[in-house]
């Protein structure tokens, strides 16, 4: 496969995980007393960061965000518009970019400048990090990002106390992340072989 195949066979994917992320969006169920429902926005932001190599996860995030302000109704409830970036939820879609980026820094980290045979073909350097490990850190790492951006955000936004913010932007969602964490690093198993495969063909 040459590099302009490689190079648009990556565009493609980053536009298929933003429209993930868009069909994510519309699975919503709400919080009490939180203007910021529960989504599955966060489940292919994850696998999108393991799964893409970094610019490309960046784009597909950015790819998502923009067309939200452009106008069409891929946020959270069929929502749209830079309002919405503004508003109490603004703080979390925001993060997704740098958490998309982290992610796939994490992953594909390489212990030289170039992956030998062995790495290719799943296997180790000695003192390198295992995909698995990588993967559980990655997730953990923009999850983290998310709230980390998300809850200042939204408490800044409302005039909410701090400890309140934490009760109902941040502490209600932790299950849930937790259950898309360990999702996204079992499904990036079988599609880490899929993608690798079509690369091949």
Avoid: C
């Avoid at 518009?81 to 939820?89: E, N, R, Y």
């Avoid at 701090?162 to 499904?187: C, E, M």
């Avoid at 198993?189 to 993608?195: D, F, M, N, V």
Wanted: proline letters at 6%.
């Amino acid at each position: 496969m040459t590099d302009q195949t490689k190079h648009i066979r990556n565009i493609v994917l980053a536009a298929v995980f933003a429209a993930l992320i868009a069909v994510g969006a519309m699975i919503r169920f709400d919080i009490p007393l939180s203007p910021v429902p529960i989504t599955l926005q966060t489940f292919f932001i994850l696998l999108a960061g393991i799964l893409l190599r970094p610019l490309y996860a960046l784009g597909a995030t950015a790819l998502y965000i923009f067309a939200g302000i452009a106008g069409l109704p891929v946020f959270a409830g069929g929502t749209s518009g830079f309002a919405v970036i503004l508003g109490p939820s603004g703080g979390f879609i925001i993060g997704f970019l740098p958490a998309a980026l982290i992610m796939s820094l994490i992953v594909h980290m390489r212990p030289g400048n170039k992956a030998s045979a062995a790495e290719h073909a799943g296997h180790l350097h000695r003192g390198a990090l295992s995909p698995l490990f990588r993967d559980v850190l990655a997730t953990v790492a923009g999850t983290l990002i998310i709230y980390a951006i998300g809850y200042p955000w939204i408490v800044l936004n409302l005039g909410w106390d701090w400890r309140i913010g934490l009760g109902r932007a941040v502490l209600p969602y932790v299950p849930g992340d937790v259950v898309k964490i360990i999702a996204a690093v079992l499904l990036a198993i079988p599609g880490r072989r899929i993608l690798q495969g079509n690369a091949r063909s």
